[in-house]
């Protein structure tokens, strides 16, 4: 009995995702090897065509009706039964947390269980949550033989844009930050460990994005920071330091975790040519 049911629920799994696409591609298949049967059985031969036509028609129809209905039940059994997991890139994760549904007397009670990362449909209900690792100010790319390393190996690398900035009357000037996350290729980040570490100020969001948790940590440990950075840059706008001063030491000051998630294998801060912005607000009247 184990087995039967074992088997049914790969079969409602395996069609569970795309069910459109791969019913069309069973109906492609049966209407291929119809054909097939109709050029055999209509070719030489005592049979009458007629009864062959009637035949092959029955037959087609009755093929084509199962992938149909089949398609019924996978819409019916997935959406009370199974969860999908959500279309998001290859870095991108998301885990299930399962709701079991207790009776107490006659009122109903939904208890969360165990948290499932799924990667592929899976027969279980409950509340997804996702954890994207791309915005707009963000990006991954892959770095062969990574400094330090004597192995021909490959890294995924997370580039988080941020920056740093300090005021010299009216104008505002800006030093570019990229924080460079190195993680293993293999390895994708754990989405339950990095909930647990920092949905902590939003418990109920079901959806976390990465590279504001690194700018908002970058941010956060490098506050104490910004009285030296402000000091530096005013003496770099009155031309008492250099560009190169000001970088070298800016970045100096500045700190990141250098494990903050298991699949991390180094942390790079890089620097870019500071920038001068300036705005005055005019008020016109009377």
């Known amino acids: 009995m184990k087995t039967i049911k074992k088997m049914i629920r790969s079969h409602f799994l395996f069609f569970a995702e795309k069910p459109g696409e791969k019913t069309f591609l069973i109906l492609c298949a049966l209407l291929l090897v119809g054909l ?9 031969g005592d049979m009458p065509k007629d009864w062959i036509e009637k035949k092959l028609t029955l037959s087609m129809l009755f093929g084509g009706g199962i992938p149909l209905l089949n398609l019924i039940l996978v819409l019916s059994v997935r959406e009370r039964f199974i969860t999908i997991p959500p279309k998001t890139s290859r870095y991108d994760s998301a885990f299930l947390q399962i709701i079991h549904q207790t009776k107490h007397g006659q009122v109903a009670v939904k208890q969360k269980g165990e948290k499932i990362i799924i990667d592929e449909p899976v027969w279980a209900k409950g509340i997804i949550y996702q954890l994207k690792t791309e915005d707009a100010q963000s990006a ?11 192995e021909n190996i490959e890294v995924s690398v997370l580039r988080v844009n941020t920056k740093v900035s300090g005021k010299y009357r009216n104008s505002v000037i800006t030093i570019p930050v990229w924080i460079h996350i190195h993680t293993n290729a293999k390895k994708f980040f754990n989405p339950i460990e990095v909930f647990k ?10 959806t976390l994005f990465l ?12 506050q104490k920071n910004q009285p030296e950075i402000q000091r530096l840059i005013t003496e770099y706008v009155e031309m008492k330091i250099s560009e190169s001063v000001l970088i070298g030491e800016v970045i100096d000051l500045l700190i990141f975790p250098e494990r903050p998630f298991s699949n991390v294998e180094n942390v790079q ?4 040519a500071p ?4 705005c005055k ?3 016109c009247g009377k």
């Open 197 to 206: 570490k920092i949905a902590g100020e939003d418990p109920e969001s079901e």
């Open 269 to 272: 801060i890089c620097l870019g």
């Open 36 to 44: 097939i049967l109709f050029s055999v059985l209509a070719g030489p």
């Open 140 to 150: 991954w790319y892959n770095k062969e033989n990574p400094e330090g390393s004597e």
């Open 211 to 222: 590279p504001r948790y690194i700018r908002e940590v970058f941010e956060k440990i490098n």
């Open 281 to 283: 607000g005019m008020v």
């Open 275 to 278: 920038t001068t912005s300036s």
